[in-house]
């Protein structure tokens, strides 16, 4: 019976090459010889396979055309009908036929092909090696399988049959018992994507019939892909070739941009930490507050929490205060957002109402070639958040070279008509615009350098004089490196281009009146300038990089308005104008020492980044001035007789004693009211209401004392990249910043409820295990940390993921050292196994370890080598037994992670396979989490334009329907999962300002009887270098019921509102696909209701004759319908 298998040397056909392997419709099945099996059913030659349209041939004549010549050929009977049994039905039968004849029918001196070749050769009356679609049913029928004849069809045309539709049964028998890595050597390649986004008819249904190999394409994995052997190709592909039936909606920002985006080349800081100094903290005029995060403006609206009222919120800011931690955060959050940007935000400003803002960006990065990158500053309302003005910026036609990086400060006018910009370009730039008609009034260069020179531009509210004589000294100042520059405006001379010219004059530093050691000058030096305010008697008041504040004052020709034209220029056209202003340093403000006989100190320890002055709160007629610094302390300022006097300190906290104070990045003041606002360099947001008694703030043992103290914002203050979701609690995600942070927060409370320091480290990853119990962090210097969520301090009552967690030390585990120090570079991915019981780290070494987990141990069971460059991702199958990985030399590899372990006895059987490559088919691998950049299910993530690195993550959805990405661009991209048709449909959302690093999916509640909704399914995204984590949120787009139901009037509607209703209640996929059941589910027990009421009407109708047959017959009575009256006559005959 074996030689039924062994085909004649003579024969054979010769190998098939590679480059013969394409993805023709006329490839053969495997093992099929055409000498002896003959022409395959379904085998269209090259001139059939597709024909190209004549000149004039529309695409549906080439399809009718196609479509004639097989009919004619089915009518010839050389053409077998395709069948439309599912692939798993199929794939089913041959599994339960392999799997019968192998344990059931097979004895041990035969082989398992021997007997499945008897039972065909007993239905093959003829010896013709060939069965028909009867005998194969008898042949499935004696192994005790049952198939329809739809089925069969389906199996002969997977494993291939002749023109007359019957099965060469040593092909199905050969072909069932050999491998699956063997079979796929007779797979057609395909180069690239085999998938493509067409809307002819012909073309879709060759891709939806590919069953093969895919190598290269454009997403260039160097690994081939095979597709899935049962998946159901025509409705994936349908639903991949549309776009997303859902949206993202952008709804918080963690993070605040208290620190500049900057890069480091040799040690040295390209953009300078004094480059951020520009303030981006303002209170609106509703009492909310505007800042910016990454390329998006925000407005905050908070709601202070009711519980424990103002007495507790003091108490906890006192013991706060005490422990050196973070007071409790603010109640219910809102945010707002303008999301017009493409790039940094570097500046913000309010007009005086406090209604109106403008921000200025970066220039975009990624421009057309040959077209000008020009950065813009946008106008926008702060409470309907709809954009009013767009200012481009370009480069002067003078000077065509110095290209413009972006604007780096902005400021409006007192009466919100004008906004000036400075620019930062090796001129530094100043232009003045009238926003609202996009009009450029005046361009100027201020000074030369490598810039950011200037930081700042402030407008100047103060007049001084008396009655009509009042006039300003000057419009407006810049300031920056080493320099002030006050602006005044003038008459235009008759040569000047610009109808509007503004005069400028610097700033002197030294008092010439006195000589150098006097009072007046005594350490005064020629330093940056930080941040600037006007005093209401004409002086101004300056901050400076050294931490002394600056008093200046008007000398000389002062009186100078703008219909005077003694301070023009006009013998040199070239020559800039001077305003005539002279301003002089007078004098340093320092502060008093509280010990007699010592020296006074200076206004802050250093960095005096920020000035504010206030109307005195809620006192009239008083002036305060407020000042912050990078000593964390907050001062204010009593002004008298012009002159501003220490009155009392308050400070921000640090995180913990270990810490470092933070910078007082931005400061601002709601009028009539004791608040404060506060940004800080640790992209932090502070609250602050001060106590007041009388007209005076409250002092306690000199310091300011406060009714509150609430963290509003909490962000990181370094490179963001690691995140990841708690695995069983709902709305709980973890970060890791390289700032030796890591942070857990509540995204439904959006604030952070536990941190964990590593003093000396910088964290870059991190990973909850499968039961949510413990956390493994990774780090820049290859150490891996593992936190837990038990009580691990006196001071903490009981587990959880709150407050100050610590690592495990080897005292606390079976380990003989913490933390895990194997790997020398920095660890790249973090992974626990579904079942817990193993770690993968993978790292920069190019390597993967794999840790036992079981009883915190954490030994490395084995060490996974093979890549060529750095491992980037790790996934883990269902079943713990495979790993998967990618690196970023575009590998794909499939390592073994299987103990040979009995799962409830670990270690009782030796480690043979684990962590060595996996060489076994994957194409049907079930994969717990998807984060890998390559693979089948995510060959179409790259729209046009991307390269190989431009995607840095993926991660598919709780419900596997939806896949998120992000880019190199600052994007975050949403698919429908499986992503595999090249260029897939998809929507792209703005936002970050950097490489986004990470996208993660927030765990979210079930749909319950108290909650039938369900929560809100969340998708998270760390923004890299911009330290931002935006939170979305996932709402699912529902049709009306008509356009869902199809038809002539669904069609109808569906055109008249071309956008779907938007159901932002129910916006959980799980609870959709509950529904979804629970619909179908209703409609099945409607149908058998309806079964039923007919049923029981028939048995009445029944009943009803058979009570007429036996009364006596009425000649008068008519039966019921037309129906029932012959056999109701024929039951009375009877």
Excluded at 83 to 109: G, M, W
Excluded at 631 to 637: A, L, R, T
Excluded at 798 to 808: I, K, Q, V, Y
Excluded at 1100 to 1125: C, F, G, Q
């Amino acid at each position: 019976m074996e030689s039924a298998l062994v085909v004649a040397e003579d024969q054979k056909e010769r190998p098939l090459k590679l480059a013969e392997r394409k993805t023709l419709p006329h490839n053969k099945p495997a093992f099929w010889s055409s000498k002896i099996h003959g022409i395959p059913a379904n085998y269209k030659p090259k001139e059939h396979v597709q024909h190209k349209a004549r000149p004039g041939q529309t695409a549906p004549a080439v399809e009718r055309r196609t479509t004639a010549i097989r009919a004619k050929a089915k009518e010839a009977g050389k053409l077998v009908p395709r069948s439309q049994a599912s692939v798993r039905l199929v794939n089913s039968v041959t599994a339960e036929l392999k799997r019968k004849v192998i344990q059931d029918y097979t004895p041990f001196h035969e082989k398992e092909s021997t007997i499945l070749m008897r039972t065909f050769e007993l239905f093959d009356h003829d010896r013709s090696g060939v069965v028909s679609v009867e005998a194969f049913q008898k042949v499935l029928a004696c192994f005790e399988i049952e198939a329809d004849e739809t089925t069969c069809h389906a199996v002969f045309q997977k494993f291939g049959c002749n023109q007359l539709g019957q099965l060469p049964y040593d092909v199905f028998t050969r072909t069932l018992f050999t491998s699956a890595n063997r079979l796929l050597a007779w797979t057609s390649i395909k180069q690239g994507v085999p998938f493509q986004d067409s809307s002819q008819a012909i073309q879709q249904r060759a891709e939806n019939e590919f069953r093969g190999k895919i190598q290269t394409g454009r997403f260039k994995c160097l690994t081939g892909l095979y597709t899935p052997s049962d998946w159901d190709s025509r409705a994936v592909l349908e639903r991949a070739r549309r776009r997303p039936d859902a949206h993202l909606e952008l709804d918080f920002v963690y993070g605040y941009a208290g620190n500049t985006k900057f890069l480091i080349e040799k040690g040295q800081r390209i953009d300078p930490q004094s480059s951020f100094v520009s303030p981006n903290l303002f209170y609106t005029s509703t009492r909310e507050v505007a800042y910016f995060t990454a390329a998006t403006g925000i407005v905050l609206k908070w709601e202070d929490s009711k519980e424990g009222g103002p007495a507790k919120a003091q108490a906890a800011g006192a013991v706060a205060e005490e422990r050196e931690s973070a007071p409790p955060q603010a109640g219910r959050k809102r945010q707002r957002f303008f999301t017009s940007h493409d790039n940094d935000i570097l500046c913000l400003a309010l007009d005086a109402s406090r209604n109106y803002a403008a921000t200025g960006q970066a220039a975009p990065l990624k421009v057309a070639k040959g077209v000008q990158s020009t950065p813009t500053v946008s106008v926008w309302d702060v409470h309907s958040m709809q954009e009013l003005a767009t200012l481009e910026h370009t480069t002067s036609k003078d000077e065509p070279t110095d290209s413009i990086a972006g604007v780096q400060a902005v400021c409006f006018s007192e009466d919100g008509r004008l906004v000036i910009s400075v620019c930062r370009n090796t001129h530094h730039s100043l232009f003045v615009w009238e926003w609202r008609t996009r009009k450029l009034l005046y361009r100027e260069n201020t000074c030369q350098g490598t810039p950011p020179c200037v930081f700042g531009i402030k407008w100047n509210p103060v007049e001084v004089g008396e009655g009509s004589k009042q006039t300003k000294l000057f419009d407006f100042c810049s300031f920056g490196t080493k320099h002030i520059i006050f602006w005044k405006e003038c008459p235009p001379p008759k040569e000047s281009k610009f109808k509007r010219i503004w005069s400028q004059d610097a700033g002197s530093f030294l008092n010439k009146d006195n000589p150098k050691g006097t009072k007046s000058n005594d350490g005064v030096d020629i330093q940056d300038v930080l941040c600037v305010e006007f005093l209401p008697d004409g002086g101004v008041v300056t901050g400076m990089q050294s931490g002394d504040m600056y008093m200046w004052q008007a000398f000389g020709a002062t009186n100078l308005d703008a219909s005077s034209s003694k301070s023009v220029d006009k013998s040199e056209p070239g020559k800039k104008v001077r305003s005539g202003v002279d301003m002089r340093v007078i004098r340093r403000i320092t502060v008093p020492s509280p010990e007699k006989g010592r020296p006074p100190s200076r206004a802050h320890t250093h960095n005096l980044t920020v000035l504010k002055l206030r109307a005195g709160g809620s006192a009239q007629g008083t002036l305060d001035l407020l000042s912050g610094g990078g000593d964390g302390e907050i001062k204010v300022w009593k002004v008298k007789a012009g002159q501003p006097v220490h009155y009392g300190t308050c400070r921000i906290p640090r995180v913990t004693k270990r810490s470092s104070k933070p910078l007082i990045k931005a400061l601002d003041t709601f009028p009539a009211s004791d608040e404060v606002v506060v940004g800080t360099d640790k992209c932090d947001i502070w609250k602050i209401e001060l106590e007041r008694s009388g007209k005076d703030l409250v002092l306690k043992e000199g310091k300011l004392a406060h009714k509150s103290r609430q963290l509003v914002v909490k962000g990181h203050a370094d490179y963001l990249r690691g995140l990841d979701a708690h695995p069983t609690k709902d709305f709980l995600m973890a970060s890791a910043c390289k700032s030796d942070r890591v942070y857990i927060w509540n995204c439904k409370a959006k604030e952070e409820v536990a941190f964990a320091s590593f003093p000396g480290e910088q964290a870059v990853a991190c990973a909850f295990s499968s039961d949510g119990h413990r956390l493994a962090v990774g780090t820049v210097a290859g150490k891996v940390f593992i936190l837990s969520d038990a009580a691990q301090t006196p001071e903490q009552e009981e587990g959880g993921w709150a407050g100050e967690l610590f690592p495990l030390r080897a005292s606390q585990t079976q380990a003989a050292r913490m933390p895990i120090r194997d790997c020398v570079s920095e660890i790249s991915e973090l992974r626990y196994s579904p079942n817990n019981k193993m770690l993968a780290v993978a790292s920069h070494d190019q390597m993967i370890d794999i840790y036992n987990a079981v009883g915190d141990s954490y030994v490395r069971l084995a060490r996974c080598k093979g890549h060529s460059s750095t491992v980037l991702h790790v996934d883990w199958s269902t079943n713990s037994r495979v790993l998967q990985s990618t690196c970023s030399a575009r590998e794909l590899l499939y390592w073994d992670t299987w103990w040979g372990y009995d799962d409830d006895n670990l270690g009782a059987q030796p480690r043979r396979r684990i962590g060595l490559q996996n060489i076994e088919d994957q194409r049907d691998g079930r994969w717990a989490s998807w984060s890998c950049t390559l693979g089948f299910n995510v060959m179409g993530i790259y729209p046009e334009g991307y390269g190989t690195d431009d995607i840095n993550m993926v991660a598919r959805s709780p419900c596997h329907r939806f896949l998120a990405a992000a880019d190199d661009r600052g994007g975050v991209i949403l698919y429908n999962f499986p992503s595999i048709v090249d260029r897939q449909k998809h929507y792209w959302y703005a936002g970050h300002s950097s490489f986004v690093e990470n996208v993660k999916w927030i765990k979210a509640p079930m749909p319950s009887a108290k909650n039938p909704t369900g929560g809100p399914q969340l998708l998270c995204s760390a923004g890299g270098a911009d330290r931002a984590i935006f939170q979305w949120k996932l709402v699912v787009d529902v049709e009306p019921p008509e356009a869902a139901a199809g038809g002539a009037s669904g069609a109808a509607i569906t055109a008249a509102s071309p956008e779907p209703k938007r159901l932002t209640a129910l916006s959980s996929p799980s609870f959709i696909e509950q529904r979804a059941t629970l619909a179908e589910q209703s409609a099945l027990i409607q149908q058998q209701e309806e079964e039923l009421e007919s049923l029981k009407r028939r048995v009445a109708r029944h009943e009803a004759k058979r009570t007429a047959s036996r009364a006596p017959l009425d000649p008068v009575a008519e039966p019921d319908s037309p129906a029932e009256a012959p056999s109701a006559s024929h039951e009375a005959v009877s």
